[in-house]
């Protein structure tokens, strides 16, 4: 049986607040697997540098939201230092 995940589909500057939950964690790392898997393959790798992108082997979905953290703060920092409005 296949369970159900929302799409989620970024088309502008802000992101849908819908869904408003994760999909559960089996889903998120079976993707994460799926999605290491094809980055490691050195056609793929190719392909995407010929496209401009920088591929890369992808980490698991704690270093991702890790990171993500870590640049909200990196970057808010550098937003209120400069006096930029929030949007």
Do not use: C, K
């Not at 559960?24 to 190719?46: C, G, K, T």
């Amino acid at each position: 049986m296949v369970a159900a995940m929302p799409l989620v589909v970024v088309t502008g500057r802000r992101r849908s607040p819908f869904p408003r939950t994760l999909p559960p964690a089996p889903i998120v790392e079976r993707a994460n697997r799926a999605l290491r898997s094809v980055l490691a393959r050195e056609d793929v790798r190719r392909q995407m540098s010929n496209a401009g992108f920088e591929a890369s082997e992808g980490s698991t979905p704690e270093a991702l939201g890790a990171h993500i953290r870590a640049e909200i703060a990196r970057w808010g920092s550098v937003r209120q230092r400069a006096g930029i409005a929030q949007e």
